[in-house]
């Protein structure tokens, strides 16, 4: 499952882990940005769900789990990433911005981590960045140092049990044919889900 499968990472981890013939199921907000990429992968099964809206979010999992099985990989893409000073934003739009970049990771990982406990095996990625807080980027500071620590809080209930908990941070702006090329970062999506247990890593900073 790729959720938050727009341009960029989710597209090319869902290309990544499609070319190892695992099914692959693409979760965003709109049909406009998942559309496009099912169609070039031509089996992924594609749903909508903005990762805000509990209930939609979960429907959009359990709908994937129906079709699919168990998932062997989560990998939670999703973020607003955004320019903002210290004191810039409103209450309501720092709450947006946390409840994307934090918040909807929680909610995914609570509903497929336990299950991946019972089977005793499973990967949850989460997408970090900011690996330095940055005064410019408030939100997306605050957001990346929450999945940070939310990692570690899933990796100390969930890893014990066989779930590897991890993220990738990326401390640049992607690009194609850049340091930061997508292409180039899902590599470590991949890398991750096939470390042998002995050599688990909870984080890989992608730095370019």
Known sequence: MVIGAGPGIGRSVAHRFAREGLPVTLIARTT??????AAEIGTALALTADVTDEKALKTALDISVREHGEPDVVVYN???????????LSVERHLAAWSVNVVGAITAAA???????????GTIIVTGGMPEAVPAYTSLSLGKAGVRALVSLLDTQFGPSG???????VAGPVAKGTPFDPDDIAEHYWRLHTQPRADWTREIVHKG
């Not at 779930?163 to 941070?169: C, I, L, R, S, Y």
């Open 111 to 121: 509903h497929v981590a336990p299950r991946m406990a019972q089977r005793g095996s």
């Open 78 to 88: 999703a973020a607003i990433i955004q320019a903002d000073a210290p004191g810039e």
């Open 32 to 37: 406009e940005t998942i559309t496009p990429l």
């Open 163 to 169: 779930v590897h908990v991890a993220t990738v941070t």
